[in-house]
C-alpha cells in the first residue's frame, strides 16, 4: 500500500509540475483548470492522510506558510553585483570600446546578448541535488534577505529542478516583477479593501516579496524571469551566457523570450532602439536593456570594477518627463561638506512617483541651464529613479524669477563656503564640525563597507543626534543601553542589541577605518590601496604627496584631500578619541624596501594562488615598478597565474617574456632573481 501511495504521488508530481510548466513557463495549457484543480485536490488529500508523503518540492506548497516573525540573513557565495549605467548611445560605444580595450580586441566586433532590464528585484534561487531550498533577494550584494517561503509561491519557479541529473548545488540569478494584468487586479483589491493603492508594479513586487506572510505574497501573483547562474558545483559551467540561459530553460526556468545575441555594438544600439518602440505593448515594464559579453572566459579576463562587472551594462530609456513651478531653491550639505543645490517643486506625478524635490546638481548646472526661482520647469526622473530638473520653459518665465546665488556661509553652521579652482562642488569649511556633516558622517561611519554597525540606520542616527546623544563618531562608542532606550519606539531589548553591534565594531581592519572616516575623495577601494601601501595609521597620517601619488590610482587631488584631512586639528582629535575607546586594527608594517624594480613595467594576470594580483602590484609598486593592464612591447614581463587568458598569448606573440607565480615570488625576495 506505501509503495502504491509513494508512486502515485510522485505520479502527481510529474503531471502537476508538468502541466505548471507548460502553463507558467511555455505559456502553452496542457490541461484545462477544472482538470488540474482535480489532480492537485488529490495530492492534497494523499499529504494529508500521509503526512511522510508531504516533501518540500510537492507543488501543495506553493500556497504559502504561516507568517515569519522577520526575514533572517542569507550571505550569496558569489555577490550579486549592480551595473553600470549608460543613457546615450556615445556612453554605450564608449563602453564597447572600453571592452574591446581590455580583450585587445583591434580587429573583430564583440558579441554580446541583450536582455531586457525588467523593472523588478534581483534574486538568486539556491538548488541542491535538484530541490529549492532557499531565495534570497540581493540585499547589499553580499548579504541579502531569506525570502524562499514567499519565492515558493511564484508558480514560474520549479520546485524540482527538470533533470534525472541534478547537480550538487545550482543557484540561479533573476528578477522578480508583477505584471500590468497582476497589478491591476491588485490595486483594484486594495480600494475594494480601503487601503492606499500601489503607484506602481515595482513598488507592488517589493512589497509583495517581502510579505512576512507567505500567504498574501501567493495571493498577489508575481512572476519571474531568469537571466544567470552564480554557484554551480557539479555541472560543467557553460561556454557562454547565452548557453547559460539555454541551460536554465532546461532546467525548468522561465527565460525572456526577448533575449538576443547582438555582434556589434551598432546591433546593440538598434537591439535597443526596436526594445524601445515595443516597450508599450510588453506585459511588464521594463526601464531598458542590459548587455553582457557572451563569452564567459571574456567576462572572467574583464572582472569587475567596485560593485559591478565590466563586461555588462545597462543601457537606460529616456525618463519619463512632466512640467511644474521651481518655488524655491536649499542648499543641502553632505558628508563631505559639498553644499548641492535642490529645488522645492509644485508636486507632480512622473513616472510613477509624485515628486516635490529634484535636484540641480550643482551651480554650474544651474548656470548652463539658466535656471531661476519661479520658473516652469521640465522635471524627469533620472535613470527613472533620480528626480532632476532637466530644463527651463523659458517662454513661460516670470519677470519677477530670481537667480540662484550660492551662499557665501553653510546654511547649517554659517562657516565660509569654499570654491576650489577645478572643482564643480562648492563646500562648507567647517569639516566635521558643521552638524550637517556630522550627521552624513556617521551615518557613513555605521556602514556596511565601514564600521558595519548592524542596525545603526539613518533614522535612528537622526534620532541620536536629535537627542543631543551624539555630535560625532566618538560618541557612539560612549552611549550606554539606558540612553538608547529611552528614544521613542526603542526598547530595553532593542537598545542592548544595539549597544553590543557598536562595541563589536570596534575590532575592525585598517581599510574599514580609513574608509569609515569619510575623507573626501578617497572610496572604499582608495582606502584598500592606502592601508596596504602605508600599513599602519601613523605612516598613512605623516605620508606626503609624493608618496602618497606613487600609488597607482592615487592621484593629486586624492593625495591634498587625504593630506588636508589629516592635517585639520579636529580629525586628528577624532582619530585619538576612536582609539581611546577601544577601536583597533591590526596593523601590518610594510617592509622598506629599495626600488630595485624602478623603470620596469610589468602585466599581472591569471588567479594567483599565494598572493592576490592586488597584493603582488603594491608590492611591484613598493620596488619602484609600473604594473599596467595592457601587454606592449614596452612590457618588462608578464606574470600569469592559473587562467591567464589572452595576455599571456600576446606577450609571446610579442617576444615578452611570461613568468609564473613562482618567478614573481623569487623577484620580490630582496635578493631578486
Given amino acids: 500500500m506505501e509503495r502504491d501511495i509513494s508512486a502515485r504521488v510522485a505520479q502527481l508530481h510529474t503531471l502537476l509540475n508538468d502541466h505548471a510548466h507548460r502553463y507558467y513557463v511555455l505559456d502553452q495549457p496542457s490541461v484545462s483548470d477544472a482538470e488540474y484543480d482535480i489532480l492537485f485536490r488529490e495530492l492534497q488529500q494523499i499529504e494529508e492522510d500521509n503526512p511522510e508523503a508531504r516533501t518540500q518540492d510537492s507543488p501543495t506548497q506553493r500556497v504559502g506558510a504561516p507568517p515569519l516573525q522577520g526575514f533572517s540573513q542569507v550571505e550569496h557565495a558569489v555577490p550579486m553585483l549592480s551595473l553600470g549605467n549608460a543613457f546615450t548611445r556615445e556612453e554605450l560605444t564608449e563602453f564597447d570600446r572600453r571592452v574591446r580595450d581590455r580583450l585587445e580586441r583591434d580587429d573583430g566586433e564583440i558579441q554580446y546578448v541583450a536582455e531586457p532590464k525588467l523593472d523588478g528585484l534581483a534574486i538568486s534561487l539556491r538548488y541542491e541535488n535538484g530541490i529549492f531550498v532557499q531565495g534570497a533577494t540581493r540585499g547589499d550584494g553580499r548579504t541579502g534577505e531569506n525570502v524562499t517561503d514567499n519565492l515558493r509561491t511564484i508558480e514560474m519557479i520549479p520546485l524540482r529542478l527538470r533533470t534525472d541529473n541534478p547537480p550538487a548545488v545550482l543557484e540561479a540569478r533573476g528578477e522578480v516583477y508583477m505584471s500590468h494584468a497582476s497589478f491591476k487586479a491588485l490595486n483594484a483589491s486594495m480600494q475594494q479593501q480601503g487601503k492606499p493603492a500601489f503607484v506602481n508594479p515595482r513598488n507592488a513586487a517589493a512589497g509583495s516579496l517581502r510579505q512576512l506572510d507567505s500567504r498574501k505574497s501567493a495571493e498577489r501573483k508575481l512572476s519571474i524571469y531568469l537571466y544567470g547562474l552564480g554557484e554551480l558545483q557539479g555541472m560543467d559551467v557553460p561556454d557562454s551566457q547565452m548557453q547559460a540561459l539555454d541551460v536554465l530553460g532546461r532546467l525548468g526556468f522561465p527565460i525572456n523570450p526577448e533575449t538576443a545575441i547582438c555582434t556589434g555594438i551598432d546591433a546593440c544600439y538598434n537591439f535597443y532602439e526596436q526594445l524601445q518602440r515595443d516597450r508599450p505593448q510588453l506585459s511588464y515594464d521594463i526601464d531598458g536593456v542590459v548587455f553582457k559579453v557572451d563569452a564567459l572566459t571574456e567576462q572572467r579576463e574583464l572582472g569587475f570594477v567596485s560593485r559591478a562587472p565590466r563586461w555588462a551594462i545597462a543601457q537606460k530609456f529616456p525618463a519619463e518627463e512632466a512640467i511644474t513651478l521651481l518655488e524655491s531653491v536649499e542648499f543641502q550639505v553632505g558628508r563631505t561638506g559639498a553644499l548641492t543645490p535642490v529645488a522645492r517643486l509644485q508636486p507632480v506625478f512622473v513616472g510613477g512617483v509624485t515628486l516635490s524635490n529634484a535636484t540641480l546638481h550643482n551651480m554650474d548646472e544651474i548656470e548652463r541651464k539658466d535656471i531661476r526661482e519661479g ?6 526622473r533620472a535613470g527613472d529613479v533620480i528626480p532632476e530638473v532637466a530644463r527651463v520653459v523659458l517662454e513661460a518665465r516670470k519677470k519677477n524669477a530670481q537667480k540662484i546665488v550660492l551662499p557665501a556661509l553653510c546654511p547649517v553652521c554659517e562657516s565660509v563656503v569654499v570654491s576650489t579652482p577645478g572643482e564643480v562642488k562648492s563646500r562648507c569649511s567647517g569639516g566635521l564640525q558643521c552638524a550637517a556633516q556630522q550627521r552624513e558622517a556617521i551615518k557613513h561611519f555605521a556602514s556596511r563597507n565601514a564600521m558595519h554597525i548592524d542596525g545603526l540606520g539613518d533614522k535612528l542616527v ?17 552611549l550606554s543601553v539606558q540612553q538608547v532606550q529611552s528614544l521613542p519606539r526603542m526598547g530595553e531589548k532593542s537598545a542592548a542589541k544595539l549597544i553590543n553591534a557598536i562595541d563589536a565594531s570596534r575590532q575592525t581592519t585598517l581599510q574599514r577605518f580609513v574608509f569609515a572616516l569619510g575623507i573626501p575623495d578617497v572610496g572604499e577601494n582608495g582606502s584598500g590601496l592606502l592601508a596596504s601601501r602605508f600599513g599602519t595609521l601613523d605612516a598613512l597620517m605623516s605620508a606626503d604627496e609624493n608618496a602618497l601619488t606613487s600609488i597607482d590610482d592615487i592621484g593629486p587631488i586624492v593625495a591634498n584631500s587625504v593630506q588636508q584631512f589629516f592635517a585639520n586639528p579636529h580629525s586628528r582629535q577624532l582619530i585619538e578619541s576612536l582609539l581611546s575607546l577601544g577601536v583597533e586594527f591590526p596593523e601590518n ?12 613595467i610589468y602585466v599581472l594576470t591569471g588567479t594567483m594562488s599565494d598572493m592576490s594580483r592586488d597584493q603582488a602590484k603594491v608590492q611591484l609598486q613598493l620596488r619602484g615598478a609600473k604594473v599596467t593592464g595592457s601587454v606592449s612591447k614596452k612590457t618588462t614581463a608578464v606574470f600569469a597565474g592559473d587562467d591567464p587568458g589572452s595576455k599571456a598569448t600576446k606577450a609571446e606573440s610579442l617576444g615578452v617574456p ?4 613562482a618567478a614573481l615570488l623569487k623577484l620580490l625576495e630582496p635578493n631578486g632573481l
Fill in 375 to 380: 520658473d516652469t520647469v521640465v522635471v524627469r
Fill in 462 to 478: 537622526e534620532q541620536l543626534a536629535d537627542e543631543k546623544l551624539i555630535a560625532d563618531f566618538a560618541d557612539l562608542y560612549r
Fill in 589 to 600: 608594517k610594510v617592509e622598506q624596501v629599495e626600488e630595485t624594480l624602478a623603470g620596469n
Fill in 658 to 661: 611570461v613568468l609564473d607565480e
